[in-house]
C-alpha cells in the first residue's frame, strides 16, 4: 500500500496538500471533506474511484491521505496522527496564515512530502520482508514434500529391486519396476508447483509496485 496523497484543511479550506503521483485529487477530497463535516465523526474511510481516502478530524481541522489499497487502515491512521501532531505544534494554525503562497504552507507540503516518502519506504520495506518470508516457507515445505516423496519411493524400490532378484520373482513384481518413472514424474510436479507459487508472487509484488515496473 502506498499513500499516493495528503493535505490538511480547515473546514472545506484546503490549508496544504500534496500528491506524489500524478491524477486529479482534488475533487474527490472535496467530497470526502464534505461527507467529515457532515458526520463529524473522528476517522472516516471513504473510497473513490481506484483511491481510498482516509481522515481524522480533530478540533476543526481535518487530515486527509489517500492510499491506493484499502486493507491497510491501521497504518494510514498512525500517518495522519503523526501529521496531526505535528501539526498542532504549529503556533500559527488557522486558515488566514495557511493560503496557497504562503511560506508556512510551503513548509508544511515538504514536511507532508517527507513524512509521506518515509511512510511508504518502511511499508515497501516491510511488505518485502513478509513476501520473501512466505517464499522462504513455501521453498521449505516444497523441500520437505520432495525428501518425503523420494524416501517413500526409494523404499518402495529397494522393495520391489529385492523382489525382482529371488528365485520366486513373479511377473507382478517386475511389473511394478514399471513405477520407477513416477517418482521423477512427481518430483517434477512438485517443481513446477514451486514455480508457479514463486512466480503468483512476483506478479502480486508487480501489482502492488512493490517491485518497480
Same mark, same amino acid.
Given at each position: 500500500?502506498?499513500?499516493?496523497?495528503?493535505?490538511?484543511?480547515?473546514?472545506r479550506?484546503v490549508?496544504?496538500?500534496?500528491?506524489?503521483?500524478?491524477?486529479?485529487?482534488?475533487?474527490?477530497?472535496?467530497?470526502?471533506?464534505?461527507?467529515?463535516?457532515?458526520?463529524?465523526?473522528?476517522?472516516?474511510?471513504?473510497?473513490?474511484?481506484?483511491?481510498?481516502?482516509?481522515?481524522?478530524?480533530?478540533?476543526?481541522?481535518?487530515?486527509?491521505?489517500?492510499?491506493?489499497?484499502?486493507? =491497510?487502515?491501521?497504518?494510514?491512521?498512525?500517518?495522519?496522527? #503523526?501529521?496531526?501532531? *505535528?501539526?498542532?505544534? *504549529?503556533?500559527?494554525?488557522?486558515?488566514?496564515?495557511?493560503?496557497?503562497?504562503?511560506?508556512?504552507?510551503? =513548509?508544511f507540503?515538504?514536511?507532508?512530502?517527507?513524512?509521506?516518502?518515509?511512510?511508504? #519506504?518502511?511499508?515497501?520495506?516491510?511488505?518485502?520482508?513478509?513476501? #520473501?518470508?512466505?517464499?522462504?516457507?513455501?521453498?521449505?515445505?516444497?523441500?520437505?514434500?520432495m525428501d518425503?516423496?523420494?524416501?517413500?519411493?526409494?523404499?518402495?524400490?529397494?522393495?520391489?529391486?529385492?523382489?525382482? =532378484?529371488?528365485?520366486?520373482?513373479?511377473?507382478?513384481?517386475?511389473?511394478?519396476?514399471?513405477k520407477?518413472? #513416477?517418482?521423477?514424474?512427481?518430483?517434477?510436479?512438485?517443481?513446477?508447483?514451486?514455480?508457479?507459487?514463486?512466480?503468483?508472487?512476483?506478479? *502480486?509484488?508487480?501489482?502492488?509496485?512493490?517491485?518497480?515496473?
Amino acid at each position: 500500500m502506498t499513500i499516493t496523497y495528503s493535505c490538511v484543511a480547515n473546514g472545506r479550506a484546503v490549508l496544504a496538500e500534496l500528491a506524489l503521483t500524478g491524477g486529479s485529487y482534488q475533487e474527490a477530497a472535496a467530497k470526502v471533506l464534505r461527507q467529515v463535516l457532515l458526520k463529524a465523526e473522528p476517522t472516516t474511510i471513504i473510497q473513490i474511484g481506484s483511491y481510498v481516502y482516509h481522515t481524522l478530524f480533530l478540533d476543526g481541522i481535518t487530515y486527509l491521505c489517500a492510499t491506493d489499497n484499502g486493507l =491497510d487502515t491501521i497504518a494510514p491512521s498512525a500517518f495522519l496522527k #503523526k501529521v496531526s501532531d *505535528i501539526f498542532t505544534r *504549529i503556533p500559527l494554525m488557522s486558515q488566514e496564515h495557511f493560503f496557497p503562497s504562503s511560506t508556512l504552507a510551503t =513548509d508544511f507540503q515538504q514536511i507532508l512530502a517527507q513524512n509521506m516518502v518515509e511512510y511508504n #519506504k518502511s511499508q515497501s520495506n516491510s511488505t518485502m520482508s513478509t513476501v #520473501k518470508s512466505q517464499v522462504t516457507d513455501v521453498k521449505n515445505t516444497m523441500l520437505r514434500n520432495m525428501d518425503t516423496v523420494l524416501e517413500r519411493e526409494t523404499e518402495a524400490l529397494r522393495i520391489i529391486t529385492e523382489g525382482a =532378484d529371488g528365485p520366486q520373482a513373479t511377473a507382478e513384481e517386475f511389473e511394478n519396476t514399471r513405477k520407477i518413472p #513416477k517418482i521423477w514424474w512427481k518430483c517434477f510436479k512438485i517443481i513446477i508447483t514451486t514455480f508457479a507459487i514463486l512466480l503468483s508472487i512476483i506478479i *502480486i509484488l508487480l501489482s502492488t509496485h512493490v517491485i518497480p515496473t
